[in-house]
Nanobody
Framework: QVQLVESGGGLVQAGGSLRLSCAASGRTFSSRVMGWFRQAPGKEREFVAAISWSGPSTYYADSVKGRFTISRDNAKNTVYLQMNSLKPEDTAVYYC?????????????????WGQGTQVTVSS
């Protein structure tokens, strides 16, 4: 089991930046693929970004490529999502997610644990 707690959401104007953080419990953080998802009102949850436990390798949705950066600090058990050049369509609840240890994201992209989410609102 792992608990995930997101922070850093808020209200920002279009073109602005935010950095989301996700703190994970437990001693296996460094061996887990971590990801960010988002869900806008009336829409399904969608993938935003993921970072592997080895390498690490990063993966992004086309809609955020070049604007968002996912990173991790294993010493702090924390994964980050730096969001730049924000657009109103980025408005959503952002969720942190984790896989079970030692999974290969390229083979198994499913996530097993989820945080409660943090609201990001981008005004035009």
């Amino acid at each position: 089991q792992v608990q995930l707690v997101e922070s850093g959401g808020g209200l920002v104007q279009a073109g602005g930046s935010l950095r989301l953080s996700c703190a994970a419990s437990g001693r296996t953080f460094s061996s887990r693929v971590m990801g960010w998802f988002r869900q806008a009102p009336g829409k399904e949850r969608e993938f935003v970004a993921a970072i592997s436990w080895s390498g690490p390798s990063t993966y992004y949705a086309d809609s955020v490529k070049g604007r968002f950066t996912i990173s991790r600090d294993n010493a702090k058990n924390t994964v980050y999502l730096q969001m730049n050049s924000l657009k109103p369509e980025d408005t959503a609840v952002y969720y942190c997610a984790a896989q079970r240890p030692y999974r290969d994201y390229a083979i198994s992209p499913e996530f097993d644990y989820w945080g409660q989410g943090t609201q990001v609102t981008v005004s035009s």
